[in-house]
């Protein structure tokens, strides 16, 4: 961690480069301005670091074993150590066990020796620079042992660093596995199996049963269930046909599909998830912030205190000079800032991997500490605690009419309206199987119903209002639609002029799942759940009551939206808003964090929310606020771990209790230990009874 700040730094100074930043999990450098490629190289050379433009194609021939000369010289360093060690305790002469110790520092340190050689020219202070100079310094004080023992122990320290780096990448390079590199495409009369990267929207892709899918399209030909898990988190697989959208990376189940491409390699769902997880690590979360900002003081004073360690001691109290240079190099070793610079890397990492193979897209370190310190959340009623489909749910008739004929006659009168109540109710018309002849001389009556010409009579279908405009009296129906507007449903009259004929109800259904992910939400401890809706205060009440939410607010515009979430944050502090990332946009924006539902099947969302619940399953919630919460604690366990082990090891040093193998040996533990901790986080369970 500390040799990829050095590198980023280093790449921001060069001439043209505005900005550099270095994602120390996935490896990506990003460098805004005008960048020498060349100039980066021979920078990332100093840190053993192999830099390639992101647009460089891949080799197809078949990779070159490398040789793993780290391990190698690890091994040697510990192996001479070992023998060097030996020879002494048994009495052979200094000229026999001499040169053992000086191969295991030369080996174990090799690569420390060569980055402290090419900092020290940019006078760049890096922790090779401190352990080289606390390995030479033990040499000219005759501890040999002590010196060969940090050179190896180092040397498996950076080796256990990169392991237990490359698990939290791990979980990333499995989410860019997700997808086919190659796909079947069928080009005139010809199939061919092509690379994804040479495939074009318009291409006809053939997916047979069993295969993974490998672009995002859409479906022309053939039906199947679809395993969406990777991209939603869903276990159960979608049924889909003709028209439906598909997506790279999910899995195809029994049928055989014809896929129209619709967007390239670059631009598919799963490419932008794993770009935008990649890019999560750039938005740093307050804990790093404070981390790095801690870092670049406490670096300088313990330099400060290493110069004042060795020299007061012996010139201003005469001390020996030998034991307070051992003293002054066991700090510079035991001070060294690793642990708790990957202390919350790593656990943000690794939280946000696992949400995105939960389905939830959190965009940043920065949204995941938000997050886990909510105070409350606000929801939207359509399309986040309901459906968003208006169904019929009652059907009234009123005197000699069947429910049949009731039916038929409000289907046939708004056959032509596009309303979303009309539309609710030609759907329940035909699922029975009547069909819809649209009425003679309809006419709609905004924001009233409509009105038209059904077997020679003047039919009216709306609400209470309409009739009273048309001076009709309603006063004998007023407790029934009363009675439906309680119980959260849309009431709509069938009338003449004459006499009522029915009345038919439609309701906005909950979502399944609603209820239950509001009770985990209060279960996790969240103080307030609002509904924010533009409904009427009556059906408002009614839905609220059913999801089980401690208030709501009704009769809202967007703008009164925006208001009443301004009004939340000043009461509660931190407030989440989750809608549909498109009409909700504005209180999304305002909120601490901002939730979209339904990310895989919308960009808006996918672009605008802060998180994205990729499936329109609000169980993901209360899972996302506890990783969130478990991640904060243990990002806070492994800083005051990695502290308080600081400051017992520098106390230790002054009375010379600490020997240098000890204090790398310290540094290592504490390093590999906040590391597994914050691993810890990818094994957390999307399960609602927590």
């Known amino acids: 961690m500390d040799c990829a700040a050095k590198f980023e730094k280093a790449v921001s100074r060069l001439p043209g480069v505005a900005k550099a930043n270095l994602n120390t999990i996935t490896g990506k450098l990003v460098v805004e301005g005008t960048a020498d490629l060349e100039s980066i190289r021979e920078l990332g050379k100093e840190e053993n670091y192999t830099v390639n433009s992101e647009y460089t194609q891949p080799s197809t021939e078949a990779p070159l074993q490398q040789i793993d000369w780290e391990l190698r010289r690890a091994i040697i360093s510990g192996i001479t150590l070992a023998i060097a060690f030996i020879i002494e305790k048994i009495g052979m002469p200094t000229f026999v066990f001499l040169p053992l110790y000086g191969l295991a520092m030369l080996s174990g340190g090799w690569g420390n020796f060569r980055k402290a050689a090419m900092a020290l020219p940019r006078r760049d202070f890096n922790m090779s620079v401190l352990m080289s100079v606390a390995i030479l310094g033990a040499v000219l004080i005759g501890k040999y042992e002590e010196g060969s023992t940090v050179a190896f122990l180092y040397a498996i320290s950076e080796m256990l660093e990169a392991w237990t780096m490359d698990k939290a990448r791990q979980s990333i390079c499995r989410l860019m596995d997700i997808a086919p590199k190659m796909a079947r495409i069928r080009r005139g009369n010809v199939e061919v199996e092509i690379p994804v990267e040479e495939i074009i929207t318009g291409d006809i892709m053939i997916i047979r049963p069993g295969e993974k899918i490998a672009m995002d399209g859409v479906i022309i030909k053939g039906a199947s269930a679809i ?221 009233r119903g409509g009105q038209g010409t059904v077997a020679g009579q003047t039919v009216f279908i709306g609400n209470l209002r309409l009739f009273q405009e048309q001076l009709i009296s309603t006063a004998s129906i007023v407790q029934q639609v009363e009675k439906l507007q309680q119980e959260g449903k849309t009431a709509m009259i069938v009338g003449t002029k004459d006499n009522f004929l029915g009345i038919i109800a439609v309701a906005d259904q909950v979502r399944e799942g609603s209820a239950a992910a509001v009770a985990a939400l209060k279960r996790a401890g969240l103080n307030k759940t609002i509904m924010l809706t533009g409904d009427n205060v009556t059906t408002a009440e009614a839905m609220a009551a059913q999801v089980g939410v401690d208030e709501c607010r009704a009769d809202l515009l967007p703008q009164d939206k925006v208001t009443a979430i301004q009004e939340l944050l000043k009461e509660y502090g931190k407030v989440a808003m989750i809608g549909d990332g498109i009409n909700d946009a504005p209180a999304l924006a305002l909120s601490t964090v901002g939730i979209a539902m339904g990310g895989a099947g919308t960009d808006t969302a996918l672009e605008t929310a802060d998180i994205a619940l990729m499936a329109d399953d609000l169980s993901k919630l209360p899972f996302t606020v506890i990783l969130s919460r478990k991640a904060i604690s243990i990002i806070k366990q492994n800083i005051t771990f990695s502290l308080v082990i600081k400051a017992v090891a520098i106390l230790a040093v002054f009375p010379g209790w600490l020997t240098l193998w000890l204090a790398i040996l310290a540094d290592m533990g504490a390093s590999l230990i906040v590391t597994l901790n914050s691993l810890r986080l990818l094994g957390v369970k999307h399960d609602l009874t927590m």
């Open 227 to 447: 395993n969406q898990a990777a991209i939603t988190g869903e276990s159960i697989p979608a049924e889909k046909g003709p028209g439906a959208e598909v997506y790279a990376g999910t899995l195809n189940s029994y049928g055989s599909l014809e896929i129209e491409v619709t967007k390239l390699v670059r631009d598919t769902t799963i490419a932008r998830i794993i770009h935008m997880v990649e890019d999560a690590q750039s938005k740093r979360a307050p804990s790093q912030a404070f981390i790095e900002r801690f870092a670049a003081v406490y670096t300088p004073i313990v330099l400060i205190l290493v110069v004042g360690i060795v020299l007061i001691p012996p010139l201003f109290f005469g001390y020996p000079w030998a034991p307070w240079i051992y003293r002054g190099l066991v700090l510079l070793v035991v001070a060294c800032p690793c642990a708790l610079v990957v202390s919350t890397p790593v656990a943000i990492v690794s939280a946000i991997s696992n949400a995105a193979k939960n389905g939830v897209l959190i965009k940043g370190g920065i949204y995941l500490e938000e997050m886990g310190s909510l105070k409350a959340i606000a929801f939207d009623k359509t399309g986040t605690l309901t459906r968003g489909e208006p169904t019929v749910t009652d059907v009234i008739p009123i005197g000699a009419l069947s429910e049949s004929t009731l039916l038929e006659v409000a289907a046939n009168l708004e056959a032509l309206s596009e309303h979303p109540l009309a539309v609710s109710i030609i759907k329940a018309a035909k699922s029975r199987g009547f069909e819809v002849t649209p009425a003679e001389n309809f006419k709609e009556i905004t924001g």
